[in-house]
């Protein structure tokens, strides 16, 4: 049998799944697993369902790559993926990505289609005894630190998730924490970014910027001072990876010694009181936890800067719009602007050439994303505790060029953006 583990993943094809494959079997070099399967809802092949970009393809070439579609959410369908391919070791390290990342959805969806589907693989990750279990946390809290004049949030700080997707995504640790004898750490991660992702506030940046150079206007946004901490998705896999291994070799008991925080409760009772696995709200629940963001310290204003002078255009502030924007809602706001961004990117596109024949994205933006919102994190823990280094130190203006290019060899970007 090979040293190196069997690595299962679920969910996150649209997230984090993919940057985690490339990293453990890269292009150059030595596979780190002996085996990876990836499981999820949607397809891949023969015709990818989602966007998928154009090198996890390649990827499943390889034969050490799996794919399987297959939903979660059935109990049946969670233990068949457990049991590995033939020939083939048990899986002793799982990432979990999974969880709707759809802003809109209600408590009820929510409740199962982030907690108990988590809750599900959780349980038979530990029938199993896997030696990691790593849970992919998204950057779903408010953040009151929004300014760089303050200390950016540790994993200590007990912050209010935000709107009904951030609940649940933080109710779903509370019920993985609560699970006996699972080698359970947490991963959080900050505002990602990097080539082949979709699911990320970069991308709409890049898609103002070529509707204002379009329109010949000004790159104008609300809140240049807000912190917007970034992370490639080079360090989102990596840094996955270091704290696999890391709880792997010290166990779950050790690791909430070293490392573990309270997952205090942030919920309405009442939204779980049937909810199976829930812990309740007086159940102290610890884990290990860490933040994964780069150094950058970054703030809107600050990518605003860079994705204009990739678009060469200036860049301005809505400061005098701020006092009549306090007066709207934000679906006012936002069905205004989608109105005129969504027009000019349709015209962006149909003056491709070539043409752009996979509609995978849209200029469309939800309402929450106009809103006074940050993502400010240290990320001091996990390189004092694990030792980790930063692949990607700070986000730069080429390395969003390298994001640009790589939407546009994908054939999902048009050339006169």
């Known amino acids: 049998?090979?040293?190196?583990?069997?690595?299962?993943?679920?969910?996150?094809?649209?997230?984090f799944s993919r940057a985690i494959a490339e990293f453990l079997v890269p292009d150059v070099g030595e596979p780190l697993v002996s085996y990876l399967r990836i499981v999820d809802k949607p397809s891949v092949a023969p015709t990818p369902s989602c966007y998928v970009g154009s090198k996890f393809p390649t990827l499943l070439e390889t034969g050490i790559v799996e794919y399987k579609q297959t939903n979660l959410l059935n109990a049946s369908n969670v233990t068949k993926v457990f049991d590995p391919a033939e020939g083939q070791a048990p899986f002793s390290i799982v990432f979990d990505c999974t969880g709707e990342i759809l802003y809109d959805r209600k408590d009820d969806f929510q409740?199962?289609?982030?907690?108990?589907?988590?809750?599900?693989i959780g349980l038979e990750a530990a029938r199993r005894k896997v030696a990691a279990y790593v849970r992919l946390q998204q950057p779903y809290y408010e953040c009151p630190a929004e300014k760089t004049d303050k200390p950016a949030h540790t994993e200590k700080d007990t912050l209010k998730p935000e709107s009904v997707r951030g609940t649940w995504f933080h109710e779903t640790l509370r019920l993985l924490a609560g699970i006996k004898d699972l080698n359970l750490a947490i991963l959080r991660v900050g505002s990602v970014y990097g080539p082949h992702t979709l699911c990320a506030e970069l991308t709409y940046c890049l898609i103002l910027g070529a509707v204002y150079k379009k329109a010949e206007q000004?790159?104008?946004?609300?809140?240049?001072?807000?912190?917007?901490?970034?992370?490639?998705?080079?360090?989102?896999?990596?840094?996955?990876?270091?704290?696999?291994?890391?709880?792997?070799?010290?166990?779950?008991?050790?690791?909430?010694?070293?490392?573990?925080?309270?997952?205090?409760?942030a919920i309405d009772k009442e939204l779980v009181k049937d909810?199976?696995?829930?812990?309740?709200?007086?159940?102290?629940?610890?884990?290990?936890?860490?933040?994964?963001?780069?150094?950058?310290?970054?703030?809107?204003?600050?990518?605003?800067?860079?994705?204009?002078?990739?678009?060469?255009?200036?860049?301005?502030?809505?400061?005098?719009?701020?006092g009549t924007l306090a007066k709207l809602s934000l679906n006012d706001v936002a069905s205004e602007a989608n109105e005129q961004h969504t027009h000019t990117w349709h015209q962006l596109i149909q003056e491709s050439d070539p043409p752009v024949t996979k509609g995978h994205v849209s200029a469309f933006m939800e309402p929450h994303l106009f809103g006074k919102r940050a993502v400010a994190y240290s990320a001091a823990k996990i390189k004092n505790v694990?030792?980790?280094?930063?692949?990607?130190?700070?986000?730069?203006?080429?390395?969003i060029q390298e994001?640009?290019?790589?939407?546009?060899?994908?054939?999902?970007?048009?050339?006169?953006?």
Not at 387 to 399: D, H, M, S, V
């Open 1 to 15: 049998m090979s040293s190196k583990p069997a690595v299962l993943i679920c969910g996150g094809i649209n997230t």
């Open 275 to 322: 909810l199976k696995g829930e812990p309740g709200p007086k159940e102290k629940l610890v884990a290990p936890f860490f933040n994964i963001v780069d150094d950058a310290d970054a703030t809107q204003g600050k990518i605003a800067e860079m994705v204009a002078s990739i678009y060469g255009i200036k860049t301005g502030t809505y400061n005098l719009f701020l």
């Open 111 to 120: 409740a199962v289609n982030t907690a108990s589907l988590s809750y599900g």
């Open 386 to 399: 694990l030792g980790y280094t930063l692949r990607r130190p700070k986000i730069t203006k080429e390395a």
């Open 403 to 417: 994001v640009l290019d790589s939407y546009k060899a994908d054939g999902i970007w048009p050339n006169t953006a």
């Open 218 to 265: 000004e790159f104008r946004f609300l809140y240049p001072a807000n912190r917007i901490n970034t992370v490639h998705t080079d360090d989102v896999a990596a840094a996955s990876w270091a704290v696999a291994q890391w709880i792997a070799k010290v166990g779950r008991e050790e690791g909430n010694k070293i490392a573990g925080e309270d997952i205090y409760f």
